[in-house]
C-alpha cells in the first residue's frame, strides 16, 4: 500500500513538471513576434476602351442675322417666323426716295461725260488724219487733242465706277436670303425705319438640315481617339429615341477656362426632328492607341507633392512617380517609369517607405 501510494506521487509530480515545460514553451512561442505579408499584384498593360457621358449642345449648321445696310423704310416683307426660304430669295424690300436720286444725278453724270469722252475723241482722230499732210497742224496741238482724249477717258471710268456703286448699293435695298434655311427671328415691321447703328437685325435665318453637336472634351481624354468617329446622344424632349452623329472636326485648342477641347459631331437632320439649341446627353467610345497600365485606385498614392505607387523588386520597396490619365470603371490609368511585369504594393501609403525589406502576397 505504501508502494502504490509512492507511485501515484511520482506520476503525479512528473505530470506537473510536463505541464510547466508545455507553458514555458508556449509562451515562448507567443513572445516570438510575427511578419505580416504584405498584398501585391503584378503590372499589366491593357487597352483603354471606355464609353463616357458628356453633355452637348446642338447648334444650327449656319445661322445669319440680316440687318439693314443703308438707311430707308421697310417697303414690304415676304416672310416670317418659320418661313422656309432658298437662297437668293428676297425677304424683304425697303425704300430709300434718296437713293433713287442719287442713282438719276450718276447716270445723267455718265451721259454727259461720255459725250465729251465722244467728243474730244472725235476732234483727236481728225486732228491725226489733218497732221499727215505737212505744215497744216501743229504737233502742239496734236498733243493737246491726245491728252484731253485721254482726261475724258479716265472722266468716263470714274463715272462709270460711281454709277455702278450706286447701284450697287441700291441693291442692298432689296434683301435676300443668303442661304437655304428657316427664318427663325423677325424684328422688324413695315414702315420701320431701318439702317441705324446699334440696331437689332431684321430677321434671323438659320440652316437647320444638318446640325453641329458640339462637346467640351476633357483635356485628359483629348489625346485619345473616338470609335469610329461616332456619337449617340438622346434629347430628354424626345424620351426614348436615340441619335447619331459623325466626328467632323476639332477646335485643335484648349479653352484656358475649363481646360476643355471643342469637338464637333455632324448630325442629320432632314426631318428636322431636332431644334438647335437644344441640350444632348452624349456617350463616347473613347480608345488609345497603344496600350496602357491599369491598376486598383487603392495602388495609387495621392500626397500635396505628387502622386505615386509602390514598387517591390527583390522584397525592397521604392516609390515610381507616375502620372494618372482616364479612369476606368474600378481602376485607374497611370503612366510613369513601370514595366509591365513589375510588382506594385496593392494598397499604398505614405507610411510604407522606400528601402522597407517586405514579405510579399501576390493578389490574382
Known sequence: ????????????????????????????????????????????????????SLPGELLPNEKVQIYGKVNGYVKKIFVDIGSA????????????????????????????????????????????????????????????????????DALLQAAQSELSSVQQTAGYLTLRAPFSGTVTKRN???????????????????????????ISIPEAMTGTKVKDEKVQFTIKAIPGKKYEGKLSRKSGSLDVNTRSEVWEFVINNSDHSLKAGMFADCKI????????????????????????????????????????????????????????????????NEELKADTKLVVKIIK
Open 85 to 152: 426660304v432658298k437662297q437668293g430669295q428676297v425677304i424683304a424690300i425697303l425704300d430709300a426716295p434718296e437713293m433713287q436720286s442719287k442713282i438719276a444725278e450718276s447716270k445723267q453724270r455718265l451721259a454727259s461725260v461720255k459725250a465729251k469722252s465722244i467728243s474730244s475723241n472725235d476732234v483727236f482722230k481728225r486732228l491725226s488724219e489733218a497732221s499727215k499732210s505737212d505744215g497744216v497742224i501743229a504737233p502742239t496741238d496734236l498733243e493737246k487733242a491726245k491728252n484731253q482724249v485721254a482726261s475724258d
Open 1 to 52: 500500500m505504501k508502494g502504490l501510494k509512492t507511485i501515484v506521487a511520482l506520476v503525479f509530480i512528473t505530470s506537473i513538471a510536463a505541464c510547466n515545460q508545455q507553458s514555458k514553451q508556449s509562451s515562448k512561442d507567443t513572445a516570438k513576434p510575427k511578419v505580416d505579408s504584405t498584398a501585391v499584384f503584378i503590372l499589366q498593360t491593357a487597352s483603354l476602351d471606355k464609353t463616357v
Open 188 to 214: 422688324v415691321d413695315a414702315g420701320a425705319y431701318v439702317g441705324k447703328a446699334g440696331e437689332m437685325p431684321l430677321f434671323e435665318i438659320e440652316d437647320n438640315s444638318s446640325l453641329r453637336l458640339r
Open 285 to 348: 467610345n473613347i480608345q488609345r492607341e497603344g496600350k496602357s497600365f491599369f491598376v486598383p485606385f487603392s495602388a495609387v498614392v495621392t500626397t500635396l507633392e505628387k502622386k505615386f505607387v509602390i514598387k517591390v523588386q527583390d522584397n525592397i520597396t521604392s516609390w515610381v512617380d507616375v502620372g494618372q490619365g482616364i479612369n476606368a470603371t474600378d481602376k485607374a490609368e497611370i503612366f510613369g517609369k513601370l514595366n509591365e511585369g513589375d510588382t506594385l504594393v496593392l494598397k499604398g
